[in-house]
């Protein structure tokens, strides 16, 4: 009984104590704990976001950051649906994914390109050479044989197999199928016509594959085989790529510095984050080093922040705070990942951009840059 009447006494004063907290300390205790930052989409970038996630929590140990790397257009999906913070993008949102998200803004968060990589025995090594439109009647169905005279003559030097090509694509909606379709409608007009460019398209031959992962294991385990996948992918895979002719005419290995000549040749007619990005593409760029399937890769935010409703104050703050470091001191970690860094000029805009969004009408450009 002792006991019991013992229990009872302690459980009162356990409910007198709680119930003589102040209810502004409960309210502290909720302002005090973390923001978890949600993000999905471009499978491209997803290397570069995963060290920022792990970075930054040096920065703000108050924020986690969650992305889903689920492709371009899963995550154009989930942005335009309201379900995340923000989305990733290889692809600029078109016309109508524009009608279905607006108030959306484009952030350029890093620059990649994207490789012809191939499985051949007798091939071993990178280096490969072999043209757009050689490219493009490939995935056309209309080159079948690694020993067609169009490739031979383009390999002189090289014993290619009299072997079928198996070609290996995307099979989710895709921001590096985005670059690769865009690159082969800028080169060749049959493609242009028949197949053309997005983030799907009906293929007319070959296997598909979900994501970089997918194609480059699909690649990896088909012999004969020739498929697209991300520079970082394929570096850090071992996979050989081939090196690709430009608009100036020379064969183009895609490194960092390939990729960074045809983001000069380009990076000076961007539009505003809060305008339209349909249009705007880097292959097939100008310049005697350009490589010419290079791409930006975005972040995809709302303008005014409150129109998600995944949106709190607090969260519009952590967010607009982790996006200007990503675009410029987490810019550091971009090489050494085989991205290139934003050039500043597009730095520039991006900050631009961010001192334009809101959070119910009240801008919070003077807490994100400093």
């Known amino acids: 009984m002792e006991t019991k009447i013992g229990f009872k006494l302690m459980i009162a004063a356990v409910l007198v104590i ?3 907290i102040p209810v502004s300390s409960s309210s502290n205790l909720v302002a005090q704990s973390p923001a978890t930052l949600n993000g999905a989409g471009a499978t491209f970038p997803f290397p570069l976001i995963d060290t920022w996630r792990v970075e930054y929590q040096a920065v703000d140990p108050g924020v986690n950051i969650n992305y889903q790397s689920i492709g371009s257009g899963g995550g154009v999906k989930q942005f335009t649906e309201k379900t995340v913070d ?8 078109t016309p109508e994914e524009e009608t279905n ?3 959306a803004v484009h952030i350029p968060e890093t620059i990649g390109s994207v490789v012809a990589a191939y499985n051949l025995p007798g091939v071993p090594d990178k280096g490969l050479k072999l043209t757009g439109p050689v490219l493009a009647d490939i995935y056309l169905g209309k080159i079948t044989k690694w020993n067609d005279p169009r490739i031979v003559e383009l390999n002189p030097e090289l014993s290619l197999p009299d072997a079928d090509i198996i070609t290996v694509h995307r099979s989710d909606g895709s921001g ?6 865009d690159y082969l409608s800028a080169v060749s007009p049959e493609w242009s016509d028949q197949v053309g460019k997005g983030k799907s398209v009906q293929w007319p031959t070959g296997l598909g594959a979900p994501g970089n992962e997918g ?3 699909g690649i990896k385990g088909s012999e004969n085989s020739i498929g697209y996948v991300e520079l970082a992918y394929a570096l850090t895979t071992g996979m050989p790529f081939a090196f690709v002719q430009n608009q100036a005419g020379n064969f183009v290995e895609p490194t960092l510095a390939s990729t960074e000549a045809a983001v000069a040749a380009s990076a000076g007619n961007l539009p505003a984050g809060d305008a339209s990005w349909n249009n705007v593409t880097l292959v097939n760029a100008q310049g005697a080093d350009s490589y010419p399937i290079a791409s930006f890769s975005y972040l995809l935010l709302y303008k005014e922040l409150a129109d998600n409703p995944t949106m709190t104050e607090a969260k519009a703050k952590a967010l607009t705070d982790f996006v200007n470091w990503a675009i410029t001191d987490g810019q550091q970690f971009s090489p050494e990942l085989e991205y290139v860094p934003l050039p500043d000029q597009v730095v520039k805009l991006n900050q631009d951009t961010l001192s334009q969004i809101t959070f119910k009408g009240n801008s919070i450009a003077n807490s994100t840059q400093g």
Request: hydrophobic letters at 50%; proline letters at 9%; a negative charge.
């Open 176 to 181: 590096t199928t985005f670059v690769w379709t």
């Open 101 to 103: 998200a607006p108030g």
């Open 215 to 217: 194609v480059a294991n």
């Open 18 to 20: 709680v119930s003589t």
């Open 86 to 93: 923000f989305g990733a993008t290889d692809a600029p949102l």
